[in-house]
């Protein structure tokens, strides 16, 4: 799933035909790792990320808005304050390493001219985004780097900027076809794959396993190649570097399910009919496709951690909470047995003497047959009647409590799933913030204070359009789903939720009371994309009319019941939902 070097190239070359002479309207920052430069130039608005994220790193343009933190970090203060207004004048690439250089033509802080130049450096854990001056010195970066972290190279502001150490590897843009193969059959102990890999730059494992795939329908030892395979081999190589510029075109695998696996510069046959390819005649495309769902999740996940723990940590204790009343609630169903036992000691008071440990009596109630009753010999058979008396009594009690307190416990987890699943599906600050002002209401989590004065400003639903024209509108979290179905829509309106599934409410604004088939369907879609089983398949979905809602008294935020509904199987599709939003 690496970004290598010939991917990274196309990317290059992307770039320089669109961002070379564009200017620097804005720089946010995200998070810690992710740069987004706003360029603005003659053709318009472009989005560059720069993500030097350990699992994700990479640079394109992207097509998604990404919320911001409120206040900005010093990294995004400094580039702000050096690149606001300058224009890009060159993208470089060394050789095929994995070594950006965007060289900015700006101005200094009394106006004179200076060239800049912001380094990507996409290398894994290592990677980082260097800003350096005129004179090859490091301004600052993303991650500092000193010698507690690194005895070899050092990023650290002031000093010489140098170049991370190269790999002992043949370029392919550089080197003959020829020398390429030679170095690769002076492994003879190696895997194909393996010795492809450790040969060529810029290639990552799912190119040097399709070389292998190529070649010999397989991978093998290099030692064990034929000589028309050794030559098969040759025409795979000169073909890759006849294609890396000329073909646009890069690949990404799909599993499955349907999720991006691995990506390419070039066709992959290797998985046979095991896995989709899918084409991209955009680099940034494919980028933009492979990473954004998992860094959104990421992104919304390091922000709400604190949420996250808070409400695992209340489904934690709640469980546990409730195994503990049901094993208490197994014990009252002995209670029956405690008030017999009292009736027959009583019954017999007669003959029974104080100080034995246990008594034996006819038990009337079934056929006279004797029962030894367990008692406390200290205690006279009237204390020890009325002790078993007052244990079933306890137990009685004890089962209505317990009954109640279970039924409570199982509400409270399933509103915390609903919850936790809102949460995972929140992508802006200011959903987050609704998600904790909703456990701050429910008395789960203190608040943090602030002017009471100054409420915060309510969300509006989610907001889709049908094919055939009904508006579709979307609760963002529970409160909202109350707010949306109970309030805001009409009587005839359609309501729409996953079966047994925590999601969010869905209604249908109707047009003159009716509702088309055609807007059910695509309704019970998105019903099930924002839903916990978002990524299952034929997701049960339950509608019916707003009328038929009702919200019982003391329920959580969220909570609604109805009898009178129909369901349809739908599966989730992203795509129509992102086709019918309203932005």
């Not at 130049?117 to 993303?142: H, P, W």
């Not at 701050?440 to 509006?460: A, C, M, R, T």
Request: glycine share 6%; charged share 30%.
């Amino acid at each position: 799933m690496a970004l290598d070097g010939v991917f990274l190239s196309k990317i290059c070359d992307e770039l320089k035909t669109n961002a070379i002479g564009l200017r620097v309207d804005k720089v946010q920052q995200p998070s810690r790792d992710e740069i987004v430069l706003a360029l603005r130039g003659k053709n318009g608005m472009f989005r560059l990320l720069i993500c030097v994220r350990a699992d994700s790193p990479r640079l394109h343009f992207t097509s998604h808005s990404i919320q911001n933190p409120a206040v900005p970090p010093m990294f995004c203060m400094l580039l702000r304050k050096h690149l606001t207004a300058a224009k890009i004048v060159d993208i470089r690439q060394r050789e095929l390493d994995r070594v950006v250089f965007i060289d900015f033509d700006a101005t200094n802080e009394i106006g004179d001219r200076v060239r800049l130049t912001l380094c990507v450096e996409i290398m894994g854990k290592y990677s980082n985004l260097i800003l350096i001056n005129e004179q090859g010195r490091v301004i600052d970066s993303a991650k500092r780097v000193d010698l507690t972290t690194s005895s070899v190279r050092q990023i650290l502001p002031g000093i010489e900027y140098k170049l991370p150490p190269k790999q002992d590897k043949l370029c392919l843009e550089n080197e003959s076809a020829q020398s390429i193969v030679e170095r690769i059959l002076s492994f003879e102990n190696k895997y194909l794959s393996a010795a492809a890999l450790g040969t060529i730059q810029g290639i990552s494992p799912i190119v040097s396993r399709e070389i292998a795939f190529l070649t010999c329908s397989d991978d093998c030892f290099v030692g064990e190649l034929t000589a028309k395979q050794v030559e098969k081999l040759y025409s795979v190589i000169d073909s890759i570097k006849k294609s890396m510029h000329t073909d646009k075109a890069v690949f990404m695998t799909l599993d499955g399910g349907k999720k991006p696996k691995d990506m390419c510069f070039m066709n992959v046959l290797q998985y046979g009919n095991g896995m989709e390819v899918k084409k991209y005649d955009c680099p940034s495309s494919l980028l933009d496709d492979f990473y954004y769902e998992r860094d959104r999740i990421n992104r919304i996940t390091h922000r709400g951690q604190e949420l996250f723990k808070l409400l695992n940590n209340l489904v934690d204790r709640t469980t546990r909470k409730l195994n503990i009343q049901r094993e208490e609630l197994e014990k009252c169903a002995d209670k029956e047995q405690l008030r017999l036992n009292g009736e027959l000691i009583t019954a017999n008071l007669h003959k029974l003497q104080k100080g034995s440990p246990f008594y034996d009596v006819e038990n009337y109630y079934d056929s006279m047959k004797p029962l030894r009753i367990k008692c406390n010999p200290a205690l006279t058979p009237t204390e020890n009647a009325n002790k078993y008396y007052k244990e079933y009594r306890k137990a009685k009690t004890a089962e209505v409590m317990l009954a109640k307190l279970i039924e409570q416990g199982e509400g409270e987890l399933v509103y915390f799933e609903t919850v936790l699943d809102e949460l995972s599906r929140a992508d802006s600050d200011a959903e987050l913030s609704a998600v904790r002002r909703e456990l701050v209401d429910g008395g789960y989590i203190k608040s943090k204070g602030g002017s009471k004065n100054k409420p915060e400003k309510q969300l509006p639903p989610i907001e889709y359009r049908s094919s055939d024209g009904y508006k579709i509108l979307v609760g963002r979290n529970n409160v909202q789903n109350d707010r949306l179905s109970m309030k805001t829509a009409a009587k005839s309106d359609m309501w729409l939720h996953t079966q047994s599934f925590p999601g969010s409410h869905v209604v249908i604004v109707s047009q003159n009371g009716e509702v088309s088939d055609e807007a059910i369907e695509e309704a019970a879609v998105i019903a099930a994309c924002h839903s916990k089983a978002s990524d299952s398949s034929l997701v049960p979905v339950d509608y019916t009319r707003i009328k038929a809602l009702k919200k019982p008294v003391g329920a959580k935020p969220g909570k609604v019941i109805y009898h009178e509904y129909f369901t349809i199987t739908v599966n989730p599709d992203k795509k129509l939902a992102e086709k019918l939003f309203v932005k």
